[in-house]
């Protein structure tokens, strides 16, 4: 089911993948995913903005790993969304996919003047894939 293995990759990337059989691909997803989350402390980071401690979050993000985040996490979801169908438009379906990146980078970009910056980022992500499948559902 399509909903389902995307929302696997919304959890973390790469559950989806793993979840349509794609193994090999879902298992480097998620290392990759360890590795820049580690990198950038991005954890660490929606941890102390979640509690309050808005300035702390931002200082403590490294933003050379963090920016490379959304376009990646963004491009998980879709793929294992993508892929959990046979027959989908490559083209029409990823469009609400990249706006969600491309959204989510200028969140990033700019998230020391957002009050809550980690969960505006992560809406900013999520919103607009989240109606790219339900437009493209029968896709």
Partial sequence: ?????A?????????GQIYNGQIKKGIFLLVVEHFDNMLGKIN????LDFNGFHQ??????IYDAMLFYPGFYVYTVWDAWFYAKEGADKGKTAIPFI???FLGELGAIF?????????????LMIIPMLIGMVIFRKQ
Avoid at 1 to 5: G, I, P
Avoid at 56 to 61: G, I, P, R
Avoid at 111 to 123: E, N, Q, R, Y
């Fill in 1 to 5: 089911m399509r909903a389902v293995s």
């Fill in 7 to 15: 929302l696997f990759s919304i959890l973390m990337p790469g559950f």
């Fill in 44 to 47: 660490r980071s929606i941890q």
């Fill in 56 to 61: 702390e979050a931002l200082a403590t993000v």
């Fill in 99 to 101: 706006i969600g990146g």
């Fill in 111 to 123: 998230a020391s003047k957002l009050p809550f910056p980690t969960l505006i980022c992560g809406l």
